[in-house]
């Protein structure tokens, strides 16, 4: 199945910096989610998008959908060391009747060093 | 929460044996998803139902089969684990409480450590 273009594959930063990652595809999706996933665990939604050009946060996370629905960005100001996971991106688009084809980027490896 | 539960948590298998993972929720989520998580492939879809016996086939199908008899259950079988089959397996839900006119918001269990030697 089609794969999201996500990246960076990996991060590492500073505790307190700022975070920037983003997924690219050459199709239009309607929906953008956002996922963390910590070892050993499920992927948790961070953040979900609606509409192109939408804007919206949850806590210091700030997620958008690109004005063209083939692209979003997450970022994440201040990071912690509890940042640290996968954070993968997921554009989901209408695949017959009410069914809804989901598709996921690869994931972003996120470390922060305290 | 969403209120799902995955079962096992881990478990390892023979080759050739068949395994059935167990997705219990508890909120009536219309919509049931497993998917497969594999380091490189990220996360692929198996199986999905969309009501009590209604399920489809995702884009790595073969090898599984899954049943939907009850709405709080969707069960994945493998009929013959291989060893191309040992992976993470994630049950996901949503439901038309969840749905926008754009699309339906997700949520994912826990996981399933399988094992096939």
């Known amino acids: 199945g089609q794969q999201l273009n996500q990246s960076p594959q990996s991060m590492f930063i500073q505790e307190g910096e700022d975070v920037s990652m983003n997924c690219t595809s050459s199709?239009?999706?309607?929906?953008w989610l956002w996922y963390k996933q910590d070892p050993g665990e499920g992927p948790v939604l961070l953040i979900a998008l609606y509409k192109a050009g939408e804007l919206t946060s949850n806590g210091r996370l700030t997620a958008q959908f690109g004005i063209t629905r083939k692209d979003s960005f997450l970022n994440i100001s201040a990071s912690i060391p509890s940042d640290v996971g996968i954070y993968f991106c997921a554009g989901q688009r209408k695949s017959g009747g009410s069914n809804y084809k989901l598709t996921f980027g690869k994931g972003t490896l996120l470390t922060v060093n305290p | 929460d969403a209120g799902i539960t995955q079962s096992p948590r881990h478990k390892v298998t023979e080759t050739g044996t068949p395994v059935t993972l167990r997705c219990h929720q508890t909120?009536?989520?219309?919509?049931m998803y497993w998917y497969r998580q594999d380091p490189g492939h990220g996360l692929r879809l198996i199986h999905y139902s969309y009501g009590v016996k209604d399920t489809d086939k995702g884009e790595v199908s073969d090898g599984y089969s899954v049943s939907r008899s009850k709405t709080e259950d969707f069960l994945l079988t493998l009929e013959s684990a291989t060893s191309s089959q040992t992976s993470v397996y994630f049950c996901a839900i949503t439901s038309d409480s969840l749905f926008k006119p754009s699309g339906n918001t997700i949520y994912f269990g826990e996981g399933s450590w399988l094992t096939v030697v």
């Open positions: 199709s239009i999706f309607n929906t």
């Open positions: 909120e009536n989520h219309r919509y």
